[in-house]
């Protein structure tokens, strides 16, 4: 796991920041949200995965050393997390999604394969995405994701 997280963190440095939303984006409810950030992670569509952060989102990636708070930080960050061939791909895990009025949390996890070598590597991940609904629109406002320590030894 710590190879494959070194390889992503190798890829996706990123002293980055958030795209403005756009009126492309349709994203109906907050249940519905997630799949719209997974489908475009997957196939690495940085413009959509740009236009579902808030201007003013804040996202701290899983191999992020900084904080990244502006539109242009958000795209850098994933532009370099699409860079390498075959494609980064991410799958959801457990989530626990809440909604109070025009805001939505949905915390989980998932689960990313990453190609150093071309091989397939898998690490998992926690996230926490805070959702501000705008327009019609769940938009991330903050999202936090950092990878899964690994199981604590059994003592016996």
Not at 26 to 38: M, R, Y
Not at 78 to 86: D, G, L, S
Request: glycine content about 6%.
């Amino acid at each position: 796991m710590r190879q494959a997280l070194l390889a992503l963190m190798a890829v996706t440095l990123a002293a980055c920041q958030s795209m403005p939303p756009s009126p492309g984006v349709s994203t109906a409810d907050p249940g519905t949200a997630i799949q719209d950030w997974v489908t475009a992670v997957n196939t690495c569509d940085v413009d959509r995965v740009a236009m579902l952060y808030a201007s003013d989102a804040v996202l701290w990636g899983t191999v992020s050393p900084v904080i990244i708070s502006s539109p242009v930080g958000v795209r850098q960050y994933f532009e370099r997390a699409c860079a390498p061939n075959p494609k980064l791909k991410v799958a959801l895990g457990e989530q626990m999604l809440r909604a109070y009025g025009d805001t939505a949390i949905n915390s989980g996890s998932y689960t990313f394969t990453v190609f150093p070598a071309g091989q397939p590597v898998q690490f998992s991940a926690r996230y926490s995405f805070t959702y501000r609904k705008k327009d019609g629109r769940w938009l991330i406002v903050d999202h936090h994701s950092s990878a899964l320590p690994a199981p604590a030894p059994v003592r016996q």
